[in-house]
């Protein structure tokens, strides 16, 4: 058995960055586990830019913000085993892998999960229809056209309006396809503003609120979709369907965290973020095991990634190190009105930092004031313009406030 | 006249009004002062930094690029073509030349290959 003090399941922006933030705070051996050839993650296929900006101060396309990160890792004594795939994690901290070697057995002191998400597929989704090729997850498409350089198709129709289905959008125009419509099931698009301007708005690709495909034609090749208008409980309404030919159609439905093995080794997961229960110290359930990144919840912006992990690689450092470790008194959080969840979980009272809160609002708001709330006072409030559930918010609450307040803290939103 | 934009500087996303009038354009709504020359930039003269890939010549697939700077929206597509066209030898850089002067820009890698 080898034996590291952390190993990071994931090489890709959470990873990475948990790993150099252990690294620097003392963590003597920290080995990374990827599963794909290099280190890099879902970065190395976003060839579009905008990500860095909050981070690095710049504005980077995805290979450019990975490279910045594979940089830190190889200037500093990590092991990267990659094409290795973790097949378990148990309580004690044996990680098992497989690789072409064989199988690998990593005893450690903590873990960092950090294996990112996978896309929704159509088997999800029940559409009516024939089954035929060029269906594709937009995710997917974006690795065949960016990362192989094949086209998937001259004529499409994009389900779903997250950012990955307009930056796909974008991306078939340019190399020469038509995008003939971007189908959303509901009343607002889950993606944020500035891509439905510049990815859609741009080239004249029309965005259809509150409609779905509810059946797909074509028996070798997709001929075509049918859209439909839904109603308010996204129930498609009679006689509004509507042809449109297409030779694809993509996917673009939802993230998933990949918690496979946190489940396995009996992390409780929150069913509303499909991440692990954690604690400020991005710990989970299970003492030395931490969880980061997409793995924890679906982000929006890279740059928070690599705020997320830089908060878990710390905590991992300090567990590892035996640096202030005891939790005496732990606040719980509640996503309270408007709010549809919040992170993290737990709070340790007696933590010397002023705490951030992460969470998603449950529909568009116009103005609204975000109030922390311990059911005596509030800790925070924050107004903001407006907000919207492809929008991830976070609130800080100072640190004096936190080491005051009650056991259970709420976070809601109020229309002003 | 008056217009509104979302600014795509940053994933903030800021609805910028704006109002042009004879020589004179106002901008409000929005958060920071690139927001401002956005939203004049993108009623006199709109500019997008374009990013694809390349393909490369021992066909191991594609290394990523984008223009050295941001180039008339109008010109994309003529961007566009020459990327399509073009092939690319390893080793590359970041930051590597892969295509000069393409309305008047360079075409650079944002990825590397070995």
Known sequence: MVKFDLVVIGGGPAGMAAACSAYDRG?????????????????????????????????????????????MVKERNITVFCETMVMSVSKDKIVTAQNRNGILQISSKAIIIACGCRERSKGALNIAGTRPSGIYSAGTAQKIINHFGYSVGKKAVILGSGDIGLIMARRMTLEGAKVEAVCEVMPYSGGLQRNIQQCLNDFQIPLYLSHTVVEIHGKDRVEGVTISEVDESRKPIAGTERYIECDTLLLSVGLIPENELARACGIDIDPVTGGAVVNNRCETCISG???????????????????????????????????????????????????????????????????????????????????VSDGNKHLSEVIRLSCAPGEMEKVTVKNDLIKSACENITISVEEQ | MKKELICIICPRGCRLAVDISNDNIEVSGNGCKRGKDYGIGECTNPMRTVTSSVRLTDGKGMVSVKTSKPIKKADVFEVMDVIRNANATAPIKIGDILIENVCGCDIIATGEVD
């Open chain 1, 289 to 371: 095991i931490f969880a980061c990144g997409n793995a924890l919840q679906v982000h929006d912006l890279v740059d928070y990634v690599s705020d997320e992990a830089e908060t878990a690689g710390r905590f991992a450092a300090e567990y590892i190190l035996n640096v202030n470790h005891k939790i005496s008194k732990q606040l719980n959080t509640f996503a309270g009105n408007g709010v549809r969840y919040v992170l993290p979980h737990k709070i340790d009272a007696n933590d010397k930092d002023d705490v951030t809160l992460y969470f998603r609002v449950s529909k568009p708001f116009g103005k609204v004031k975000m109030i």
């Open chain 1, 27 to 71: 963590v003597g051996s920290v080995a990374i586990i990827e599963r794909e050839e290099n280190l890099g993650g879902i970065l190395k296929q976003c060839i579009h830019n905008g990500f860095g900006l909050h981070k690095l101060g710049e504005e980077l396309t995805g290979p450019e913000y990975a490279a910045h990160y594979v940089k």
